[in-house]
């Protein structure tokens, strides 16, 4: 709705900020219908992961890349969430992998490539790359840029996440998602478990969220009771039902079979729960 959601955030700019539903081509068609090459950029998670994980409809992301480079406009792919936590070279190497072949203009990253401590990194095409400073006009500098800490931290992650690595995540985030809906549906608690990659969780609907809307209509009262029955348990979740789950290498055998453990009591008190 171009809102500003921040204070401090002039309602000018956020007008400048076109908003429209996820999964939608015809609401991204309508969009470019009318505002043509006004617009720069069509900005969208490779994966959604802020609003519960809502995974993007086969080709949709290849539609968002057409689109916009047939009128002149950039696609920035945001992989903070899914860069190198779902595939050594991101949600969209995953995509290009089952034949869904499109290119970004601009990618950016985060979490993982900082090993855990704070930093970020963008990347892109060459010709936009060179318009940053010290090259370009685009100013561009921060206090973190290039931190040693942080960029060895990130080398030694990334050097360790072979694809041995990469199949334990994905194997154990199967285990978990299969447990979690075993729990819930053996409680009688109408639910979905949405997937993007290795990343997922839980919708409280007949079926997965394919957008905002869809996220906000789901019975999210479910919530609450069952994270503290997990925490009570000695598992910590996400706080809110619109964030991602994702597991780790870390993850061994005996830390997955102490969340099997827990999901039952917790699956019991979501059943339990009320709206008021």
């Given at each position: 709705m171009g809102l500003p959601g921040s204070a401090g955030v002039p309602a000018a700019i956020a007008a400048q900020t076109l908003v429209i539903p996820y999964n939608?081509?015809?609401?991204?068609?309508?969009?470019?219908?009318?505002?043509?090459?006004?617009?720069?950029?069509?900005?969208?998670?490779?994966?959604?992961?802020?609003?519960?994980?809502?995974?993007?409809?086969?080709?949709f992301n290849r539609f968002i890349a057409d689109t916009a480079h047939a009128h002149g406009a950039l696609m920035i792919l945001d992989?903070?969430?899914?860069?190198?936590?779902?595939?050594?070279?991101?949600?969209?190497a995953l995509q290009v992998s089952t034949g869904e072949v499109y290119?970004?203009?601009?990618?950016?990253?985060?979490?993982?490539i900082g090993g855990g401590m704070p930093l970020a990194a963008?990347?892109?095409?060459?010709?936009?790359?060179?318009l940053l400073?010290?090259?370009g006009p685009v100013y561009q500098a921060g206090t973190l840029s290039g931190n040693p800490l942080s960029v060895a931290a990130g080398l030694a992650t990334l050097l360790r996440a072979t694809p041995k690595i990469y199949a334990r995540?994905?194997?154990?985030?199967?285990?978990?998602?299969?447990?979690?809906?075993?729990?819930?549906t053996e409680?009688?608690?109408?639910?979905?478990?949405?997937?993007?990659?290795?990343?997922?969780g839980v919708g409280f609907a007949a079926h997965a969220p394919r957008n905002y809307a869809e996220a906000q209509a789901q019975e999210a009262f479910r919530y609450p009771p069952?994270?503290?029955?997990?925490?009570?348990?000695?598992?910590?979740l996400p706080p809110s039902v619109f964030e991602a789950w994702f597991l780790t290498a870390a993850h061994d055998d005996a830390a997955l079979s102490h969340i099997e453990r827990a999901l039952p009591a917790a699956a019991a008190a979501a059943a339990s729960a009320s709206r008021s």
């Open positions: 939608d081509r015809a609401a991204l068609e309508a969009v470019f219908a009318e505002h043509g090459d006004r617009i720069a950029a069509v900005i969208v998670e490779a994966a959604a992961a802020n609003m519960g994980v809502v995974a993007p409809e086969p080709g992989e903070v969430l899914t860069g190198f936590r779902v595939h050594h070279a991101g949600f969209w290119m970004p203009d601009i990618i950016t990253f985060g979490k993982v963008l990347g892109g095409r060459a010709d936009i790359m060179d400073a010290p090259a995540v994905d194997a154990a985030a199967t285990r978990i998602a299969d447990a979690l809906d075993r729990a819930l409680a009688g608690v109408v639910h979905a478990i949405p997937r993007a990659g290795n990343l997922f069952f994270f503290h029955a997990m925490r009570e348990q000695g598992v910590a």
